[in-house]
């Protein structure tokens, strides 16, 4: 994985308003690779991914559900640039940063891939309905497991009920990884 690239890229119109590029955070070769939607402002100004209010819950998730801590897995989006205002990611930006989760899933070679949210769902596994039906394990490919969950910023709206649907799917990844 070419980081310094990545820290450079120009390849779509974020390059022009982010602070910083969002890589992604973790060991090479875990087991596991866990990919959200795009930096929001907290991980824009500092650099790493997850780190604001949703990334503070779903690093607990993760550590209560899978018992893994954050140096132990790998973290990173689909798109690695803070979207102004944080609207969604747009089609061709999404297209212009693919080719980096491509290398990182090449590099990393995760036995489990858990998709955070309906934006990294759709863009890893196609997944088009919504959540409620699409969460849970939707693939595998190779080696690859795929597991699909909420975002956690859908935790931190609606409650409890979707925490304990993002607690069944990370205990499903823990089933995966062991
Ligand atoms: N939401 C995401 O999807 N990713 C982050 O890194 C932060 C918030």
Redesign the pocket.
């Known amino acids: 994985m070419d980081v310094a690239a990545l820290l450079a890229c120009t390849r779509c119109g974020l390059s022009s308003t982010r602070q910083r590029v ?1 890589v992604g955070t973790g060991p090479e070769r875990a087991g596991l690779m866990v990919v ?5 402002r ?2 824009d100004e500092g650099g ?5 209010r ?2 503070r819950l ?1 690093t607990r998730l993760i550590e209560e559900e899978v018992g893994l801590l954050r140096d132990q897995y790998f ?4 798109i690695k640039c803070r979207p102004p205002l ?1 609207r969604p990611p747009r089609r061709d930006e999404l297209l212009a940063c693919r080719p980096w989760l491509e290398e990182q899933l090449r590099t990393q070679r995760p036995s489990v891939v858990l998709a ?2 309906a ?2 769902a759709k863009a890893l596994y196609g997944v088009t309905t919504s959540m409620r039906e699409a969460h849970g394990r939707v693939a595998t490919n190779g080696d690859a497991h795929g597991v699909v969950t909420y ?3 859908a935790a931190l709206r609606q409650g409890r009920i979707v925490e304990d649907v993002m607690r069944t799917d990370l205990a499903l990844v823990k089933a995966l990884l062991s």
């Open positions: 969002v959200g939607e795009a930096p929001g907290t991980e790493e991914p997850f780190t604001g949703s990334g779903l973290i990173t989006n689909v944080n955070v949210g934006t990294a975002h956690p910023a």
